[in-house]
């Protein structure tokens, strides 16, 4: 069974950092492609950021492009999200998922306010 454990949100001032951490269990995670995504209070869900399983590729939406930043640990079946000079906009329930897959966990609240 799938199972996907985002930690690592809170409340942070505009400008502030967070890291977020997705810990992966019941699969493969070298195998797969890994998504973060986000949503926010009555909005659809949005990609934020995709890394190969080799963790040579990323990609971002152009909303977050230059502030944060996905990597990997395939020994131990993690992955994570830096985001740097948070704004208000960034403010969602971030989840990790597996390329092509529909979230599958709770997520991890992120919350941007003075």
């Known amino acids: 069974e799938v199972q996907l454990v985002e930690s690592g949100g809170g409340l942070v001032q505009p400008g502030g950092s967070l890291r977020l951490s997705c810990a992966a269990s019941?699969?493969?995670?070298?195998?797969?492609?890994m998504n973060w995504v986000r949503q926010a209070p009555g909005k659809r869900l949005d990609w934020v950021a995709t890394?190969?399983?080799?963790?040579?590729?990323?990609t971002y939406a152009d909303s977050v492009k230059g502030r944060f930043t996905i990597s990997r640990d395939n020994a131990k079946n993690t992955l994570y999200l830096q985001m740097n000079s948070l704004k208000p906009e960034d403010t969602a329930v971030y989840y990790c998922?597996?390329?092509?897959?529909?979230?599958r966990s709770q997520g991890t609240q992120v919350t941007v306010s003075s």
């Open positions: 019941g699969f493969t995670f070298s195998s797969y492609a």
């Open positions: 998922k597996k390329e092509g897959d529909r979230p």
């Open positions: 890394i190969n399983n080799g963790a040579s590729v990323t």
